[in-house]
């Protein structure tokens, strides 16, 4: 079993949709939770962490269920420059190695 | 401030032969990591230093050597290249709130 496991799409949705990713991790030991996000060829890049009271950061918002060991993702109002491949991560605490899961592809259509 | 440099951007090796792939970092932080990532997947750790003069094995070393030359630099050596080891290939570094990627580097062994 995967330690962080994501749907890896690809999610095809048109514009101004909102669309929502679910990630589950295995290891219970886990205080460190972000979402990435990487461009087609490009690097990851960090989008927001996610905090235990959920967090919003622009049409972007993050959930965390501790007891369930699961983290989503929320995109309201897509664009077309949302289209990427959204990596769920994990870390045991801040500053530790990184877990990441395989990533989920969102394509935004006009 | 240049973030995370890797060389060379691409590289074309045939079975055998060695390289070793460049990464260095201008942001004085003490971690750094080495990712393979393959097609459909997601990013697994090769190795990691943990601090200048400390390395560790992460998910997949095998085949794979580093050295942590200085804070600075944490290059990856193929000594004997083989065709699984074709991927992209990201260098990496911590702070304790965000992981910083280098652009990567697009390797194929013929």
Known sequence: RKEVEQDPGPFNV????????????????????????????????????????????????????????????????????????????????????????????????? | NAGVTQTPKFQVLKTGQSMTLQCA?????????????DPGMGLRLIYYSASEGTTDKGEVPNGYNVSRLNKREFSLRLESAAPSQTSVYFCASNSLFEQFFGPGTRLTVL
Not at chain 1, 66 to 89: E, G, H, M, N, P
């Open chain 1, 14 to 110: 048109p514009e101004g949709a909102t669309v929502a990713f679910n990630c589950t991790y295995s290891n219970s030991a886990s205080q460190s939770f972000f979402w990435y996000r990487q461009d087609c060829r490009k690097e990851p890049k960090l989008l927001m962490s996610v905090y235990s009271s959920g967090n919003e950061d622009g049409r972007f918002t993050a959930q965390l269920n501790r007891a369930s060991q699961y983290i989503s993702l929320l995109i309201r109002d897509s664009k077309l420059s949302d289209s990427a491949t959204y990596l769920c991560v994990v870390a045991e605490w801040a500053g530790n190695m990184l877990t990441f899961g395989g990533g989920t592809r969102l394509m935004v259509k006009p």
């Open chain 2, 25 to 37: 970092q201008d942001m004085n932080h003490n971690s750094m990591y080495w990712y393979r990532q």
